[in-house]
């Protein structure tokens, strides 16, 4: 943080003192307001305790813009179990492990789009039932432990976790893992510096300053500020404020080399990508969305301007002088340091156990009557046909709607807009109606009332509605048990929407995996 200029408020001195602060906060505006700067009394603020010297001792090594090759080797490993049980559990489309090679292969853009889908539902698994309810976090745990770290104490399942089915332990144990890199990799999945915090992500639209031409970085600038040495990781600047700086690294390949490979070196290009936390580093996730100059998804990004990347060089320099460079997240290292995250992260908190699943007896059994409103709208959707097997097209998917809110803060949806769609032959998500609710949240009775008016007015109730809002769908559930089945849809993370655009626009369905091959 840096106090920008004195700003007391009221009278008195002392502890009634605010002072403005700049957060160089990733995203302006996160905190609720318009600008990134607070006023806060210094009361307020707690020092984080600097990092212990054992975090630098334990620190990924890194050179060339990349992982050294036994700390690259463990965390694409790591992140191929995750991948292989997304196309496994949340797909059905994996059998066997071997398939994810296959896969990597054929089409990284799919095998990038299973990691999105991960953190999709890394802290809640959603309606999804293939994890014994647990969180693609606790799955992953359970996998890994009961599959790797069973080799290492003398049997597999020696955790004792009920996560893995039979059918994964005959598909997915097949992993040939030397005993060194089965400890390390089953210490990494509790350590919060590493798959312990990955709840703690940054994702955002960066300019990543390409590598300068072959020759040009040497003897031109012997500076420890010099904005093409990639060798602690890429300069990766912030499109939205570019007083954040982020330095990440790759697993087998450096994002600035290859920028310039791919655009042409020493320039910047705008993409969208996600850091995850290694041991002391960033690691960027392998998903590399260029952003276009509308600041919209694309297939070619936007390249900086001679003046917009002199800008972006002085900004990195300034970040470099102030020592605010950020290249690790040291929340996650220091004793004590948070493991919820701050701006563009995943904020969703945690739970230790990996469990995220509802009891459905336990829900409805807490639920009160049904108000006199809510009766109403039950009674006006039941009075409705059900829609018949044969309109509803394959999987009944045009018998199913999904309510889903256009956006989660208050930023986003300011008039608390809710879209509902359906599958037709024609359009997967056609649009069938929107309605405006009074709060962020929606109620039981927004959309009941929602559901009465779309069945009646095309003179069928669906076989199912999936309603984004757990509190509401959890009422919705218990209220239409007897007419409608309800699901919990979670929504996408903006790293899976990022995913799914890229696959669409190659001509990929990501959801069917092997038509790779």
Not at 58 to 84: K, P, V
Not at 116 to 140: L, P, R
Not at 471 to 484: A, M, N, P, S
Request: with cysteine; charged share 25%; aromatic share 6%.
């Amino acid at each position: 943080i840096k106090i920008t200029r004195d700003a007391r408020t009221g009278a008195g001195g002392g502890g009634r003192r605010r002072y403005a602060v700049d957060l160089d906060l990733p995203e302006r505006g996160h905190h609720g307001g318009s600008s990134s700067t607070v006023a806060v009394r210094p009361a307020n603020l707690r020092l984080e305790p600097p990092l212990p010297a054992s975090a630098d001792e334990r620190r990924a090594a890194a050179s060339g813009g990349i992982l050294t090759e036994r700390h690259g080797r463990d965390l694409s490993f790591i992140l191929d179990q995750i991948r292989y049980l997304v196309g496994f559990a949340l797909i059905d489309d994996l059998q066997c492990f071997a398939e994810i090679e296959r896969l990597k292969d054929l089409s990284m853009i799919k095998v990038n789009f299973l990691t999105a889908m991960a953190w999709s539902h890394w802290t809640d698994i959603g309606a999804f039932e293939n994890t014994g309810g647990k969180c693609m976090y606790g799955a992953t745990k359970d996998w890994i432990q009961n599959q790797i770290m069973g080799t290492v104490e003398g049997g597999r399942g020696s955790s004792g976790s009920s996560g893995s089915s039979s059918r994964e332990e005959e598909n997915g144990g097949d992993v040939e893992v030397d005993a060194s890199s089965r400890r390390r990799i089953c210490d990494a999945i509790d350590e919060p510096s590493a798959v312990g915090g990955w709840n703690v992500r940054v994702h955002g639209d960066f300019w990543i300053v390409a590598a300068a031409a072959s020759g040009e970085e040497e003897g031109e600038d012997e500076d420890d500020n010099n904005c093409d040495d990639d060798d602690e990781g890429t300069y990766c600047v912030l499109a939205s404020n570019p007083r954040c700086v982020y330095r990440v690294v790759g697993m087998t390949a450096s994002l600035s080399r290859m920028a310039a490979r791919t655009y042409g070196p020493g320039g910047a290009y705008r993409h969208r990508i996600t850091m995850i936390p290694w041991y002391g580093r960033l690691v960027y996730d392998g998903l590399v969305v260029p952003i276009g100059p509308d600041g919209e998804l694309s297939l070619r990004p936007q390249g900086a301007s001679p003046s917009k990347l002199a800008r972006l060089r002085e900004a990195i320099s300034t970040a470099a002088e102030e020592g605010r460079i950020i290249s690790r997240l040291a929340q996650l290292e220091v004793p004590g340091g948070s493991l919820d995250g701050a701006g563009p992260v995943d904020r969703s908190p945690l739970g230790r156990d990996g469990e995220t699943g509802d009891n459905d007896d336990d829900d409805d059994r807490q639920q009160p009557p049904p108000t006199d409103e809510e009766a109403r709208y039950v009674a006006r959707i039941g009075a409705v046909a059900r829609m018949p097997r044969g309109m509803a097209g394959p999987n009944q998917a045009g018998a199913r709607w999904t309510f889903r809110r256009v956006g989660y803060t208050e930023e986003e949806n300011p008039d608390h807009r809710i879209v509902a769609t359906t599958c037709t032959p024609d359009d997967p998500h056609a649009v069938l109606g929107g309605i405006e609710c009074k709060t962020l949240e929606p109620t039981s009775c927004d959309i009941l009332k929602a559901v009465a008016q779309f069945s009646e007015g095309g003179g069928y109730r669906p076989v199912c509605i999936n309603v984004d809002e757990r509190k509401c769908f959890r009422r919705v559930r218990f209220l239409l048990r007897d007419v409608v089945d309800a699901m919990y849809y979670l929504p996408p993370s903006k790293e899976e929407e990022a995913a799914v655009f890229l696959c669409q626009a190659s001509g990929q369905d990501p959801m069917n995996l092997k038509s790779a091959w």
